[in-house]
């Protein structure tokens, strides 16, 4: 009977502590909500079109046509190309110029970037005959430009842009493409 007694009194005992409830703690903190990433864009959206147009009439009258078509490598860098076309009329005689031009834009701040570019050119050049007649010659210029220039937005898929080169190659020659070796550039952009 001491066995019976002396195990009801441990029962008694530990069934109370059984009942006891652990004090209650705090739950655990929830993290903060993590921004969803930005959709990468497609390959297609990663695409861009644009140009210039040029004309000017006057002593010397000229058109030119230069199409541009770009791709964004990562969001601040862009690589293109744009081929041009100018038709220029001296008044007794016509040129046309025609080339290409690679060209690849960082943004550095904003709206502003910085450029690097290659130009191939395949000019006229005219001349006078001893007997008075005039008469053209093509040559070809190969030129590396570097500078800078801003983009003006123009929605959400459009800019402006403006940009300022230097031709580290200039030749001040009488073959010379151009007449100064700072170009500047003016032109629009368009994704879609």
Not at 34 to 49: G, Q, T, W, Y
């Amino acid at each position: 009977m001491k066995n019976l007694a002396f195990a009801a009194l441990v029962l008694a005992l530990a069934f109370p502590a059984l009942a006891q409830t652990p004090e209650p703690t705090d739950p655990a903190p929830t993290p903060a909500p993590v921004p969803p990433d930005k959709p990468k864009a497609s390959i297609k959206e990663r695409f861009f079109f644009g140009g210039g147009v040029g004309a000017a009439f006057g002593a010397v009258d000229y058109v030119e046509i230069a199409p541009l078509v770009g791709f964004r490598v990562v969001p601040r860098v862009d690589l293109g190309v744009q081929p041009f076309y100018r038709w220029t009329d001296y008044g007794g005689y016509s040129t046309t110029d025609y080339g290409t031009r690679l060209f690849a834009r960082v943004r550095v701040v904003s709206s502003f970037f910085v450029e690097a570019d290659y130009q191939f050119t395949s000019y006229e050049q005219g001349y006078t005959y001893p007997s008075g007649a005039i008469g053209t010659t093509r040559a070809t210029n190969n030129a590396f430009l570097a500078g800078g220039g801003y983009t003006v937005p123009l929605g959400r898929n459009a800019g402006l842009y403006f940009s300022a080169l230097y031709d580290f190659s200039y030749d001040n020659g009488p073959n010379a493409a151009y007449d100064s070796p700072v170009q500047f550039q003016v032109g629009v952009a368009v994704g879609f």
